[in-house]
């Protein structure tokens, strides 16, 4: 609630409250500026913007993030309880919680020998691994921590309550990811073991643990690998959708009767949709031929937080309770505009929106260059019947959630792939890193095309600081993608202060957002900060080049 009221203050004007400056609250006519009402605030439209990044912007950044990635640990520390890391994305049921998931003194030295093992070929990176302290005992401890608290929590992947340090090969790929951006050298052992993988007859069995851990690597070497772990991803996507799809991870199982059975179930549905999930957005984001169809998947979606995190004693009780959600039943509603999406949660409703993008990309093979434009009204229809009902989710949650920062930077993040999802339909982006010409396109195109693009990064502006969301590794990219679309297509002048610059581009509708022009430089400069601090060393390197 603050932090609304300084950004409408900086934009000159303050706000209606906490919903003023959320998705969907525009006037046909003036845009956002509905919601800004006068100079009440005592701040004049002239004022600077303090809030953006100064010389130091950059240090900023840093220190932050040092100063979180420092404290983290200790608060884990204080309590293996840690209810609140446990909740961090829990907006919808009671509060779950359960012990950090730990190593004892024998197993931290196995993933100490694994590790070096891994690299005992490439003396170099063994010198650097033993040098820069990552394998110390607490590093190792911490890592894993960091593991659960963090990309566990925004890519579901590894159950807590039944975690076994039995794999070694899982083990090491949860402690490798848990410190890949505090040791640079961690990348490289990520693709040594994930080259080891490769070479184990269990990966093609479809060994569960050994496919969370290429799940693990795949992320690691896409999202946070350098260019040329980057490629190798891309290439290599399509060996895990074959090996999950030669094994039966696409296919509904029957139903468990043990905690046990459960777990392993439960466990290989979210692999299945983390895949899903890694497969659309490579596709999305970075212009890669797509390896899965949502239509493949015919098992439930995941299942609730509450029943995910349930002990062996609870989870009986919790599952009596729950009701399984039937992914092809409700893509196939969503596609017909008959699916009542209100009884999923966030988590969920994010998978829905990963499943229509999937079929997006399958129309798109099918109709290569937008040469047939018969399927994008279903698609169309279908993105905003998931807006509509994801704005309504929005909506429901009590005061508290609603402002939470957290709740903001999840629903920000989602939101930027709807709008990335736009600007596909829209022009002809084979890649945002080499996004083509649409001057051939239609104009009603373009305009659409740059109306979303200035909503995702207004939307990240209005509800995020430094359109900083956490954990959400697509979320920088689909804003590269808009901040190109951006400054390709506006080639005016005008004011070069952030907040006036953007306070202009909100007032515009899809009819009028190209003209009169507007002077791009401060969002493309700003922006340009914000991504050289991305922990994908591939958009560090792209930023560089921005303007």
Known sequence: MKRHKEKDIE????????????????????????????EESGSSPDSTDTRLFSKNGSDVFSESHNFEA????????????????????????????????????PTVERVQRFVRGLCETEKVVLERVNSCGMLDTSSVQRSLENFFSG???????VHVQSFSTESIYLLASLVLEGCCREYDVVNKVVAMLEKRLFELPGLL???????????????????????MQHEHA?????????????????????????????????????????????????????????????????????CSLQLWMASADEWQNVRRRSKPASFPAALQGCLNSKCDLTRTD?????????????????????????????????ILTAL?????????????????VRSDPVFMQYTTSVGALYRHAHLLLSANLASPKKLLSIANHTFADIRTAVWHASQM???????????????????????????????????GSGSTDMAKVLLNLSRRTPQDVMAPPIDARPIVEHLQNKLAQSPSLVLKNLAKNMV
């Open 234 to 302: 891309l290439a290599f996507a399509g060996v895990l959708t074959h090996i999950m799809r030669q094994t039966g991870y696409f296919e509904q199982t029957p139903e468990p009767g043990s905690w046990h059975d459960w777990v392993v179930s439960e466990s290989r549905t979210r692999a299945t949709f983390l895949a899903l999930r890694l497969d659309v957005e490579k596709s999305v984001l970075f212009g890669c031929g797509s390896t899965m169809s949502a239509y493949e998947l015919r098992c439930n979606m995941p």
């Open 70 to 105: 420092t404290l983290e640990p200790e608060l884990l520390k204080l309590s293996h309880k840690s209810s609140a890391v446990w909740n961090k994305y829990n907006f919808e049921y009671s509060r779950v919680d359960c012990s950090m998931p730990t190593m004892d003194q």
């Open 457 to 491: 990064i207004i939307e990240g502006y209005l509800n995020l600081d430094y359109w900083q969301a956490d954990g959400s590794f697509h979320y920088d990219w689909c804003l590269y993608t808009a901040v190109m679309v951006i400054w390709n297509h506006f080639k």
């Open 151 to 157: 990309f566990n929590l925004t890519y579901p992947l």
């Open 205 to 227: 069995g479809g060994n569960l643990q050994l496919i969370q851990a290429l799940i693990v690597c795949q992320f690691v070497k896409l999202f946070l690998g350098d260019k």
């Open 11 to 38: 934009a000159g004007g303050e706000g209606l409250g906490e919903l003023a400056t959320r998705r969907k609250f525009w006037s046909p006519q003036e845009g956002y500026t509905k919601r800004v009402k006068g």
């Open 346 to 378: 966030g988590h969920q409703k994010q998978i829905m929106l990963h499943g229509i993008l999937s079929v997006l990309l399958d129309r798109q093979k099918l109709s290569p260059g937008f040469s047939d434009n018969s399927w994008k009204l279903q």
């Open 384 to 400: 905003e019947n998931w807006n509509d009902d994801f704005s309504r989710w929005q909506s429901s949650m009590n005061e508290p």
